[in-house]
């Protein structure tokens, strides 16, 4: 895998970059003015990381892993010790589908009904491969989302959920509190 340098991080534009901070070649990014990224921090190959004045903030010892997309129109905020998987989606912003408006970005604005809210990610989350996080979504302290899942609704603190659309499985270890 092929890592920024230092340098050339640093001459992307971010609002904040901390240090100890691994970013592929080949990650897009869009509006870095509006991103903000902690220390030790990893963001891996065809990612795609969309910001804007609602900003992208990523805390420390965070993993974004392959083929994530953080499409942060509405704000996405992703607190320290939290991973991200493979293939994974987050929708801080959407279209409504329910045929009573248009969709699309080519379509002009006012003929849409555009659903914006921040998705918030608290410490110590880890959701699976493949997900989809929808607008609005906020994932409580050390919540485990499991592979495939749709994340529509907000989720308890220290639970394991699974499924799309998603239900609670069982309670999630804190052990890994002892390891910090």
């Known amino acids: 895998m092929s890592f920024y340098s230092e340098e050339e991080i640093k001459n992307i534009g971010f609002k904040s970059v901390g240090n100890n901070v691994l970013i592929s ?6 509006n870095p003015q509006y991103i903000t990224i902690g220390n030790n921090v990893r963001i891996d190959d065809f990612c795609i990381i969309s910001a804007s004045e609602e900003q992208v903030i990523l805390e420390d010892f965070i993993h974004i892993s392959a083929g994530v ?5 509405g704000g996405i905020i ?18 409504t589908f329910d045929g009573t408006c248009l969709i699309g970005p080519c379509v002009d604005l006012q003929l849409r009904k555009v659903i914006k809210n921040p998705i918030i990610i608290e410490k110590y989350v880890v959701i699976g491969a493949n997900c989809v996080v929808l607008p609005g979504i906020h994932l409580e302290e050390g919540v485990a989302i499991g592979a495939n899942s749709l994340i529509n609704k907000s989720c308890e603190s220290w639970k394991i959920y ?3 659309p998603i239900r609670f499985l069982k309670e999630r270890s804190k052990n890994l509190l002892n390891l910090i």
Do not use: A, E, P
């Open 25 to 30: 070649r080949f990650c897009r990014i869009y």
């Open 162 to 164: 699974v499924g799309s």
């Open 78 to 95: 992703i607190k320290s010790y939290s991973n991200i998987s493979s293939g994974t989606k987050l929708f801080s912003v959407s279209d």
């Open 69 to 73: 997309y953080l499409y942060g129109t």
